[in-house]
Structures are given as C-alpha cells and as structure tokens.
C-alpha cells in the first residue's frame, strides 16, 4: 500500500499537508484531480479499475432500496479560557486552536419501508444528555416526528482535547469552571446543521460493509483487568486489542461519496499538557482522507464531494500509546497524525473489498433505564442468581485516571486504595449491605448517587439504543466500553438477530455518558476502567440484558416503551467562568498589528511564525470560519491556501497585561509547496467596553516561499 502523503514532520512533531492553491472557491477543484488520482492509488483501485467498477456499480444501484445522506459542519466551540474535557486536569485550560473539531451526519432511509436512522459523528469527548436532549428539540421543531430518540444516533470520538462545559451534570463541569453556553450552543448549532445537510442530501445510493483488521495502531492499558475473562473472551482477542476495523461504504453512480469506519482506540494521541484545542487521531484520519485526498473545502458551506467518519466502538481499553506511557507535547502531534492516518489507511484500503452489498431494511429501537435500580435476571449475571445494580459511585481507582494516558489526581492508584478500601469496607459497606452486594470491592471516593439527592452529579436514567442498517447492527452504549465486555453484548445481539458477531458492533460514547462498562471479572481488578464503572459489578450483565430486549424487539417487529428519560436539568446548570469585559490593543499599537514579523525567504519544511496584537478569540467562535489565512499571491491576487482548520497551521492565544491579546499564527510550510509569494492574515472580534465586538484583522508583510 502506497502512500499518499509523503511529506515529513517538522522538528517538533507537527506534521503538514500540501497548501491548496487558488481561491476558496476554487480551492477544491484545484486539489480534486492529483488528489483523486492519489487516493485510488492508496486504496489499490486504478482510474481503469475505476470506471470499469462504476459501470458495475451503477446498474446494481438501479435497484437500490437505500436513500443516503451526508453532512459535516464545523463544530468547534471556545478555544481560550476554558477547561478542556477529558482528562479531568483543572491546569489544562485552552490557549488557542490547532484542528477544528466537526460534526459528520449520515441519513440512512429504506426507500420501502420509509424507515431511516440519522448518525452523527462528533469530535467531542462525549455526548452529554444535555446535547442529546437540545438536538432532539431542535430536530422536532424542524421535522416533527421523523427524527426521534429511537432514530437518532449521536456518538463522540473522545478526542480529550476539545472544550468542555457542555453538560448539566455537575461532575464534568468541575474543570471548566462550570457550563459554557457558547460552547454548548457551538456543538449543538454543528450537528443540527450536519444533520440537516445529510437530511437535504438524501439520494439514492448503494451500502457496502466491508471488515478488516488494523494492528499496531492501540495497545490493551489495563492488561492485569483483561487477564480475569474467562477464555471465551479472552481467546477471541489473542493479543488483548479488537483489531476488527470496518467501514461502510456509500456509493452513488459507481462512485465513493462517503464511508463511516469503526475501529476501537482512545482519542489520547494529544497529551494532557497540551493546550491546543484538537480532534485528535481519529478527527486527523477524517480530515485527512476529506480534505488532503479528496480536496474538500470546509468554507466553502457546502457538502463535500466526499464525507468520511471515523467512529469510536468498545474503546474502553484501548490506548493509542503503544508504550503504554502518557503522551508528551509537542511530541504528541506527530503520535496523532500517525495514528489517524493508521486508521485512514485501513479504511481506505477496503474500499477495493468485494464486501458485502447491503439488503434489508432499516430499524431502530431505543429505551431508557434507570441503571440505579435494575433487576437483572441469572440468564445475564453468570452465576445463575438474580442481582441488582446500584445508585452510582466514584472508585479511588478512578480518580487516579489511566496512568497509560494521562494520571488524574495524585495519591490515587490504580487497583488496591488501602485507605479507601478500608473506609468503604468498614463504614460505607456496613451502613448498606445492598451497596456492598453491587459495588465491593470498589473503594468509593465519592457516593454520587446520594450527592444526585442534592444536586444532579451524574445521570442515572440512561439510554441504550439498537440500530440496523442492513446487516450491520450498532448497539449505541452511553460510555466506554471495554473490548470484552463489547463481546459480550455483540454476541447477545447477534445471537437474538441471527446476525454474525463482526456485523454486530458497539457504538459507544452514544446518546449521553455513564463512564465505562466493564465485565465483571474485570470490575474486580478495580483498575481505571472498574473504579469508573459507576453502578457496580452487575452494570455490564444489566446493559447485556436491555440490549438482548432490544434485538428481541427489534426481530419479532415489536416497540417498546420509551421508559425513565432522564429529566430535563438545564434549569440547574452552574458558570463561574469570568466573562470577558473588554478588549484592548498592547501600548502604542493598534488591534491587527504585526508585533513579530516573517522573514524575507522561506523553504518548505521551515515554520513560519508571526505575531499579531489580537483581541480574546472567545469574543465570536468563528464557527464555520477561521480566525486565520495563509494566502498565495497569483495572478495577482491573494488567494487563501490554509486556514485554521489546517494540519499545517496553529493559532495560540495568550493574555499580555490585563486586557491585551498576543495572538501568535504559524505555519509550517510543507514539502511540495509552490514557490511563490505568501502571506499571514489574521481574523478576529475585539470587545469593546459597551456594545457589541467590532470586527478586526490584521496582515503581515509578503514573504517568498522557494521549493
């Protein structure tokens, strides 16, 4: 397999792609042809092989039972002076934006029976009940009842390295200094507006699951817990990863417009010291394949040509830090970009893959559940006895955090907590023996479910959701799973449905967020993954049984009841973030000074850096635009090669003096690049002490690039 993307990283790791001459508008057909040409060769299908296919393709297309949408729309919310979400560390606040994070939304109808389910794949942490419950109501307003809880799929990527704040529940705003509305409304705003441009795209197209396997690219980091399965779990994972990597693949006319991939491995390529907000591996392997090998212009405010996903599974313990040590900055950025482009690479390279051509209809059932309070029947516990799940609880392992990915907070370990341990054995488990019964042997650093009594910390009543699109099924899990408990739960699925295991996949980080989900072998290791299984050892055999009621359901033709939705707590939400109160340019300067500026001469493979007297860049999120421009003179004119939402460049922000901004943009220009005459332009919004932000900008001196 060839590569499509020969240029090297630049010494401190960040690697580049090649700048897109020409203007916006034109941007995209100025990349399509090598850049066509160059993704067919990586995937192993020459433009010969190519049409030969497409006059294939497109009469088996005449009789298509599928309309297929697509959509991706910007999605990224505040890049300064907010906590980022993920790794729990109060000290990583936001300095400025590396890759913009996007919402990709796919609507998959059967054109017989009118049934369709709507996907969207977002660069996010998670998908909190708070935006799970915003785009539903937004999606009703505009579409009545097309669009429902049972339909609707929304599932994260889990980079850690985007903003946070989106939640109503008090636990992951502990960081954030509360809830960010601007962040919040940035993140709802991208997925309504992709799932709109997939609604509006719907056209007849053709379904192809292919399944391949991806190694080298994510490591088991909780070793000593996975041991514990039992060997039918363990057997069907010989070196403790899930190297499954599918991809379906959506045709129209013989040709690829889109593909979503699964494939399990943690969005921990950026390190805990990083501050740039980033989408991390799997953001990186869709950016790549849309836009450095299709050509895609994101601001252009239209639907790419092509549109890829890169989508989480059972993740839980997976880590993309093959050494099993955290990540460094500046280092880290060269880790992402190999991993995405790991992962693109074995996507891409199953588009040449007979597969399996989709038939069958579209379904989808979806119930809520009160994981406090479920009965769970022998048939799932494993012991042949009936056991109940437990009102949530934080283990002393949790709060140590992954120590392969990024440590939480110090004097917690991983496994034994002899302090808390004890505490829990001789106070809390004595009070409630129910508790002990559901819980032990996890040390409880924190009884979240009586703090719910008080204040909502964490959700209780939780969505499990099934979808079929074809022969594929997704089982959308609101948390992390682990890859054996994943098994678990396809092979119960698999087993209602008559499906084959590989069709059957968990979708996790869907729909809202209950940490993870662990078997219950590994629950009693009480590593990470078992200190943040919140309801206790029988919370994997309670999902196991929902998720069998739903592929019941789902084969026999029967709805089930909605159930316990979580209420609705936006009324209850906290924000201690200071709000910005004014704008104003360092000493003797005006707002869109150059304070650094660029040399004369440059070569591809240097960086170039210049320095801009700035405003606070939360002001206006640009959403859906840039706060940057690297432009190219031709014929001319000035025509924009790059933006923010490039590899190749960075925005940093920083405070100077109490209400000045130093706004730093570089590049790095990359191998290929057209020699030429380029220069810097910067985009921002600075407060003034009343009124409205104003608009300001700023452009550096021209400076030569030479090959």
Same mark, same amino acid.
């Given at each position: ?233 363990? %057997? ?42 980033? &989408? ?14 299709? %050509? ?10 092509? +549109? ?22 500046? &280092? ?43 009965? *769970? ?36 370990? /991983? ?44 959700? /209780? ?38 499906? /084959? ?92 000074? *150059? ?15 210049? *320095? ?52 730093? +943009? ?42």
């Amino acid at each position: 397999m060839s590569s499509t993307h020969p240029h090297t990283p630049q010494s401190d790791g960040q690697p580049e792609h090649d700048p897109a001459p020409g203007p916006r508008s034109s941007r995209r057909t100025v990349l399509r042809a090598g850049a066509a040409l160059t993704g067919l060769g990586l995937a192993g299908i020459t433009p010969g092989a190519q049409a030969s296919q497409s006059q294939n393709t497109v009469q088996a297309a005449a009789g298509s039972g599928y309309l297929v949408g697509r959509g991706v729309v910007d999605a990224t919310g505040e890049i300064a002076e907010v906590g980022m979400m993920g790794y729990g560390r109060v000290d990583q606040q936001a300095q400025g934006l590396h890759t913009r994070l996007r919402a990709r939304a796919f609507v998959f109808a059967d054109q017989e029976t009118r049934q369709r389910v709507l996907l969207v794949v977002v660069d996010t942490a998670m998908i909190f009940e708070s935006v799970h419950q915003a785009v539903l109501s937004r999606l009703g307003e505009k579409y009545g009842d097309l669009y429902t809880h049972r339909n609707v799929m929304l599932t994260a990527t889990h980079t850690h390295c985007g903003p946070g704040g989106s939640s109503h529940h008090l636990l992951y705003d502990l960081t954030t200094l509360g809830f960010h509305k601007k962040t919040f409304e940035a993140m709802t705003d991208g997925i309504v507006e992709a799932a709109t441009r997939a609604h509006e795209d719907a056209a007849p197209s053709e379904l192809t699951l292919t399944h391949g396997e991806l190694t080298g690219t994510s490591a088991n980091r909780s070793r000593e817990a996975f041991e514990r399965n039992p060997s039918d779990l363990r %057997g069907h994972f010989p070196d403790g990863i899930d190297p499954q990597s599918t991809l379906l693949r959506i045709e129209r006319d013989g040709q690829a417009v889109g593909a979503v991939n699964w494939f399990a491995v943690h969005g921990t390529s950026m390190s805990g010291d990083n501050k740039l907000i980033s &989408a991390d591996n799997k953001g990186y392997a869709a950016y790549h394949w849309e836009r450095e090998v299709e %050509g895609a212009d994101y601001l252009d405010g239209t639907t790419p040509d092509f +549109v890829s996903a890169f989508a989480q599974t059972n993740a839980g313990d997976m880590s993309p830090n093959l050494d099993l040590k955290p990540p460094t900055t500046p &280092a880290d950025f060269g880790h992402t970009r190999e991993c995405g482009l790991r992962q693109y690479k074995a996507a891409a390279g199953q588009l040449d893959q007979r597969g399996t051509k989709m038939s069958g209809g579209v379904d989808s059932r979806l119930v809520y559940i009160d994981l406090s309070d479920v009965t *769970v029947e022998p048939e799932f516990t494993g012991d042949g006895k009936q056991h109940k799940t437990a009102k949530p609880a934080i283990g002393a392992s949790m709060a140590a955090g992954s120590l392969e990915d990024g440590p939480a907070f110090p004097g917690f370990e /991983e496994g034994e907590n002899p302090l808390w341990d004890k505490i829990s054995d001789s106070i809390i488990y004595e009070a409630s023996p129910e508790l002990r019964e559901a819980q032990a042997p996890k040390g409880i650093v924190a009884p979240v479910g009586e703090m719910n009594r008080i204040y909502p910390w964490v959700q /209780e009543q939780v969505p499990v959701q099934l979808v079929r699109i074809g022969q594929l099924y997704l089982i959308g899990v609101p948390g992390e799973v682990t890859v054996c408990a994943g098994l678990r739960l396809r092979r119960t699925v698999a087993e209602a449905v008559g499906a /084959e295991v590989k069709d059957v996949l968990v979708a996790g980080y869907a729909n809202s967020y209950f940490h993870y989900l662990t078997t219950p072998d590994e629950y009693d290791s009480q590593q990470y993954e078992g200190g943040s299984t919140l309801f206790g050892r029988w919370q994997l055999p309670a999902i196991q049984q929902t998720a069998a009621q739903l592929a019941r359901a789902m084969r026999d033709g029967k709805d089930l009841p909605l159930g316990p939705v979580a209420p609705d707590i936006s009324g209850k939400t906290i924000s201690l973030q200071p709000p910005i109160v004014l704008d104003a340019p360092p000493l003797s300067h005006e707002f869109g000074d *150059v304070l650094t500026a660029p040399r004369a001469n440059y070569r591809a493979g240097e960086r170039v850096t210049v *320095v801009f007297a700035g405003a606070h860049p939360g002001n206006v999120l640009h959403r859906g635009g840039t706060y940057l421009r690297v432009e190219a003179r031709k014929d001319g004119e000035w025509r924009t090669v790059a933006d923010d939402g490039d590899w190749s460049t960075a925005f940093r922000w920083e405070r100077y003096g109490v209400a000045a901004s130093k706004v730093t +943009v570089t590049w790095d220009i990359p191998e290929g690049t057209a020699s030429g005459e380029y220069r810097i332009t910067y985009e921002g919004d600075a407060k003034p002490v009343a009124g409205d932000p104003k608009a300001i900008s700023g452009t550096s001196s021209g400076f030569t690039v030479s090959g």
